[in-house]
């Protein structure tokens, strides 16, 4: 089975500062991965994903991703935070075979200080 | 276009009711998804169609009934329901189904929409 964990549920960090958002997956074989940024009462954008190839991926509002197999983690990186991304962020597991079974972690909600 | 659209954003209806959610995707995508999500909590999969058929139902009460009229709707019909089921209802779509091996399950989500029950 698959599952994800994500150990901060609560992050926060000043304007300008950088982050990192922690995810760990457990699967059997090379999973799918994907974050998801989520501002309140909206749905869910997707910030980045990962099939294969290239470990380091850069994706959309200046946030990359690098997958450790060896640590089957799948951290989330932005190197200067604006206020606007002050949101929660889910990370996800895809099965390669199954396109409905994507889990998700429990999300870690990030708060920009001024 | 690569937009999820989910009408209504809000609705508000009475235990008795009858009502429908509305998702709808133009990306040619032939997997689409409702998941239920309550506050500060991950999104929870309920249903699953693929290509036009339904493919997980993660042991759903029957109070909820989906449908998929065609590769480009989805519906999520409500009857009954209780308080507990006020939750924020997303719709997504992924490239393929699971017909398909191998093939990617990047979602797109809809803004979803707003339910309370009273």
């Known amino acids: 089975a698959q599952s994800v964990t994500q150990p901060d549920i609560h992050i926060t960090v000043s304007e300008g500062a950088s982050l990192e958002l922690r995810c760990n997956y457990s699967?059997?074989?090379?999973?799918?991965l994907f974050w998801y940024v989520q501002s309140p009462g909206q749905g869910l954008q997707l910030l980045l994903k990962?099939?294969?190839?290239?470990?380091l991926v850069q994706g959309i509002k200046g946030f990359e991703a690098e997958f450790k197999r060896s640590q089957s983690s799948f951290n989330l990186r932005k190197p200067s935070v604006h206020w606007s991304d002050a949101a929660e962020y889910f990370c996800?597991?895809?099965?390669?075979?199954?396109?409905?079974?994507?889990?998700f972690g429990d999300g870690t909600t990030l708060t920009v200080k001024p | 276009d690569t937009e999820v659209t989910q009408t209504p954003k809000h609705l508000v209806m009475g235990m008795t009711n009858k009502k429908s959610l509305k998702c709808e995707q133009h990306?040619?995508?032939?997997?689409m998804y409702w998941y239920k999500q309550k506050a500060k909590k991950p999104p929870e999969l309920m249903f699953v169609?693929?290509?036009?058929?339904?493919?997980i139902n993660e042991s759903v009460p029957s109070r909820f009934s989906p449908e998929c009229p065609n590769s480009s709707l989805l519906n999520l019909h409500l009857h009954a329901l209780q308080p507990e089921d006020s939750a924020l209802y997303l719709c997504?779509?992924?490239?393929?189904?699971?017909?398909?091996?191998?093939?990617?399950?990047?979602?797109?989500f809809g803004p979803g929409t707003r339910l309370t029950v009273l």
């Open positions: 990306m040619g995508h032939r997997a």
């Open positions: 990962y099939f294969s190839g290239d470990t």
């Open positions: 699967y059997g074989a090379t999973p799918y």
């Open positions: 996800a597991v895809g099965a390669r075979t199954n396109a409905g079974k994507s889990t």
């Open positions: 169609y693929s290509y036009e058929k339904l493919s």
């Open positions: 997504a779509s992924s490239h393929s189904g699971t017909r398909t091996s191998g093939g990617y399950n990047e979602q797109f």
